[in-house]
Structures are given as C-alpha cells and as structure tokens.
C-alpha cells in the first residue's frame, strides 16, 4: 500500500521508544545489539513498532534505512564515547555528564527524525491486526532485519533480539 500521509510521526515515535525501551531487558539487549553487533537502536525500535503494528518492512527497505541513519549515527558514536569518558566516578555528580546524556538524547531524536522521513516514503504492507505480535503469522520483517544487519550466523545477536521481541506487549 502506498503511504498517502505519515504512518508514524516524530512524536508518536518517540514516545512509543521511550515506553518500549523501558520494558523488562529490552534496553540492556538493544545496547548489547548496538554495542556487540552495530544495530542501532532507533532501528530496534521501529522494528518493534512495525510487529505490533503489522506493518512488513522488505530487505531492501530496512537497508535504506540503516543507510540514511549512518551519518547521523557516526555523529552519535563520536558522541557516546565523549559521554562514556565524562562518565563520573560513583559517588560523583556531574553537570557535563548530564549535560552530555541531554544531547545524546537530542541527537537520538535527530536520527528518528531521518528515519521517519525515510520510512515515511515506503509502500509497505500490513499483516491482518490479528495476526500482529501474539498471533501466529510470521512477520517477514524480523528476516529483513537480521539480514540487513547480516546476523544470520550471530546466534547470540538473533537471541537478544528474539528476547526484545518476546518482551513487546
């Protein structure tokens, strides 16, 4: 079907991350992801959206979406590493560091901006509501995912994504 407004807007988005990312071990397996195998997290999360929603993201989708994120994330890794070095010590308070968390946060926003613009522009499909997460139809999505990201022969990576799948309401 072709996108004739917004499937998913920036606030809607965001918002949606937020409570996902919250959700049991979804946050420490997204960082892991990230960390261990280079997905990114903004991606995770779209990927969840798009199972609840029944939304199907091709091969080829999911690759112009890691390709538009990828300057954008380049800027969030240089980053992170500045905030992980402003990390305080424990018993330490730090107005850098938080400072620091503030605009890694922005930027994240940025990146799902670019995203969304990106996405926003795709003829998708949909699965029938019945058969979104919890029904017993295979969202072809999970395969494009972990082909784009080439994590076919990463079993850990496919078990930390499998546990943030399990996890989604």
Known sequence: MKNSEVLLSRA??????????????VAPASLTLQDR?????????????????????????????????????????AHRHKRHAAK??????????????????????????LILAQFNQFDVSFL??????????????????INAYALREAPKARLLLSAIIKALP
């Open 12 to 25: 809607d988005f965001w918002r949606y991350s937020y409570i996902t990312y919250a959700i049991d071990d």
């Open 88 to 113: 305080p010590k424990e018993d330490e308070v730090s107005a850098r560091y938080d400072d620091l968390k503030a605009e890694e946060l922005e930027l994240e926003k940025a990146q799902q901006a």
């Open 37 to 77: 195998f280079g997905v990114n997290v903004n991606l995770i999360m779209l990927l969840c959206w798009c199972l609840q929603e029944g939304v199907i993201l091709t091969l080829t989708q999911c690759q112009q979406l890691i390709e538009c994120a990828e300057d954008s994330e380049h800027q969030l890794k």
């Open 128 to 145: 029938p509501k019945e058969a979104a997460v919890g029904g017993n139809v295979f969202n072809a999505s999970i395969a494009a995912f």
